[in-house]
């Protein structure tokens, strides 16, 4: 079932992903540090996971855009090297998931946070790989608008 937009008005690029200008991303961040960039319903997912989930993604995201890896990010298979990576963690409730790419220089982009409901061993579910590539090609596209954002000033 496709997302619907925001109240903001935003029009849906894709069934997952929402339209952002450079003038929605902006992130309190220290100097050394890469902004992130939320895609789609990532951000509204990820805070509709447990208390103690969130704490676990958001401190791994943190080393993301400090430019570090934390010890439980591993890469994504399926996306042709290292630039797609995943963070784990389970709970009494389940296995959740965190993805995001740091395979742009200009941010951090956070693509799906789900919890994962198939009962097919440690394999990602086809519908959730499927949200994954089509908002990676978002980030993709954002990424190149900060970088000519950046070009032009």
């Known amino acids: 079932m496709p997302e619907t937009a925001p109240q903001s008005g935003r029009r849906p690029l894709a069934p997952v992903c929402y339209d952002y200008s450079i003038s929605d991303i902006l992130v309190l961040m220290g100097a050394d540090e890469k902004p992130i960039v939320w895609i789609g319903s990532s951000k509204k997912d990820l805070m509709a996971l447990p208390t103690e989930v969130r704490k676990f993604f958001g401190h791994a ?14 890469v994504m298979k399926g996306f042709g090297g290292a630039g797609v990576l995943e ?63 950046k070009a032009n000033r």
Do not use: N, W
Not at 61 to 74: I, N, P, S, V, Y
Not at 138 to 148: G, I, N, P, S, W
């Open 61 to 74: 995201l943190d080393f993301a855009q400090r430019g570090d890896r934390h010890d439980a990010a591993k």
């Open 87 to 149: 963070v784990v963690e389970d709970d009494a409730g389940g296995t959740y998931r965190a993805v995001y790419t740091v395979k742009f220089e200009e941010a951090v982009f956070v693509l799906h946070c789900f919890q994962k409901k198939s009962r097919q061993g440690i394999a990602t579910p086809k519908v959730d790989m499927d949200i994954i590539r089509a908002r990676l090609t978002v980030a993709e596209l954002l990424a190149k608008e900060l970088r000519d954002g």
